[in-house]
């Protein structure tokens, strides 16, 4: 089986090629690094310093290595809609979005026009093979590094030509392999940062450079009382608590809502921050429709269906019942959550078996 590897110049794509390597054979396999930001980058995975790393460490394992050029794809897929996004108050996940078009779907069409039969990557995910042929999306072995989160939007198609080589192990144990193998990975920091967004600009100064932004209004969630001034609602996310300031009960209040088109950013307390649903669009399924959940179009009764959702990479997940409305999904929380903001995806697992990803959706 021909094999190509997504190499970010990290540790966990260095081990990931490594293992693939032993497994199929080195003539089997090839690395492939993605260029995706044209623009200055001094974090993430799109540094010129990562690059470098990913070359080095296919040399090393004595595999041949391609830089593919996915720039224009990623600005119009993931840059584009970030900044969009902004500008009418949601909070897109661009690492997210860049696994959804550039990660998987782009490069499994590359891929597949080159002649390989599957991509690995170095996501902390497990794909599980069923009974019956069909594959399930499963958390990764390290609680702590689990990455299922960012790549539950996958199906069937994908997961029939992705390996997530790492998905078993521990993140000790993937650099104790690097280690091993003296890759220059090794002990290299995991990357914290969205890519295209340098460190001395942040994400007000990336923003500022491609959209305009507008000073705002704070006014209370109940009483539509004026509460002060906001240098920028676009950079203002639900949820957020940082600058906010306090009530006049001495608690920290929070962002319950943003309207770009009033220029109005609304502010509550801990417990106007969270509600008890939520409705997610763009919803995909890993495989189908769970059988819970009928179409209404059909003629059927649309019926609920228990889950454990995760509104967050690393948020603890919590119980819900989900409810087909037309196309999107309702959420119902058992316990109020804090509110999720439009643009972030909420993630849903099995409620019995809570390691596994049946679908994701992103936040109305």
């Known amino acids: 089986m021909r094999v190509l590897v997504a190499m970010s110049g990290g540790v966990d794509s260095s081990v990931a090629a490594a293992l693939v390597a032993a497994d199929h054979g080195r003539d089997q396999v090839v690395g492939a690094t993605l260029k995706l930001w044209g623009g200055a980058s001094d974090s993430g995975c799109c540094s010129v310093a990562d690059v470098e790393d990913a070359r080095r460490v296919a040399d090393q394992l004595g595999m041949v290595h391609h830089?593919?050029?996915?720039?224009?794809?990623?600005?119009?897929?993931?840059?584009?809609p970030f900044v969009r996004g902004h500008a009418e108050g949601r909070t897109?996940?661009?690492?997210?979005?860049?696994?959804?078009?550039?990660?998987?779907?782009?490069?499994?069409?590359?891929?597949?026009?080159?002649?390989?039969?599957?991509?690995?990557?170095?996501?902390?995910?497990?794909?599980?093979?069923?009974?019956d042929g069909r594959f399930r999306l499963c958390r990764g072995a390290d609680p702590l590094k689990d990455q299922s989160y960012v790549v539950a939007m996958l199906g069937q198609g994908h997961l029939a030509r992705t390996i997530f080589p790492v998905g078993e192990m521990t993140k000790c144990?993937?650099?104790?392999?690097?280690?091993?193998?003296?890759?220059?990975?090794?002990?290299?920091?995991?990357?914290?940062?969205?890519?295209?967004?340098?460190?001395?600009?942040?994400?007000?100064?990336?923003?500022?450079?491609?959209?305009?932004?507008?000073?705002?209004?704070?006014?209370?969630?109940?009483t539509g009382q004026d509460l002060g001034a906001v240098g920028a609602v676009e950079l203002v996310t639900v949820g957020q608590r940082r600058g906010m300031g306090h009530g006049t009960d001495g608690r920290r209040r929070f962002v319950t809502g943003v309207d770009i088109a009033s220029r109005r950013v609304s502010l509550?307390?801990?417990?106007?921050?969270?509600?008890?649903?939520?409705?997610?669009?763009?919803?995909?399924?890993?495989?189908?429709?769970?059988?819970?959940?009928?179409?209404?179009d059909s003629g059927g009764v649309a019926t609920s269906l228990p889950v454990m959702a995760q509104c967050s990479a690393?948020?603890?997940?919590?119980?819900?019942?989900?409810?087909?409305?037309?196309e999107e999904l309702s959420i119902a929380f058992g316990v109020p959550q804090r509110r999720v903001a439009p643009g972030q995806t909420v993630a849903l697992y099995d409620f019995?078996?809570?390691?596994?990803?049946?679908?994701?959706g992103i936040a109305a």
């Open 67 to 80: 830089v593919f050029n996915f720039a224009d794809e990623f600005e119009e897929r993931v840059v584009g």
């Open 314 to 326: 690393h948020g603890r997940p919590v119980a819900g019942t989900v409810t087909r409305v037309g």
């Open 268 to 296: 509550g307390s801990p417990e106007a921050a969270h509600a008890g649903e939520v409705r997610l669009h763009t919803v995909c399924w890993v495989d189908g429709m769970p059988a819970g959940l009928c179409d209404p």
């Open 92 to 131: 897109p996940n661009p690492c997210i979005e860049c696994n959804r078009h550039l990660k998987f779907d782009r490069l499994l069409e590359r891929a597949r026009t080159l002649g390989f039969d599957a991509v690995a990557t170095g996501h902390h995910a497990r794909r599980v093979t069923t009974a």
């Open 173 to 222: 144990q993937v650099r104790d392999e690097a280690l091993r193998l003296g890759l220059r990975t090794a002990t290299k920091p995991d990357s914290q940062d969205v890519c295209f967004i340098r460190s001395d600009q942040g994400r007000e100064g990336f923003l500022a450079e491609r959209l305009d932004l507008h000073p705002g209004r704070l006014v209370d969630h109940e």
């Open 352 to 360: 019995d078996d809570p390691d596994a990803v049946i679908g994701s």
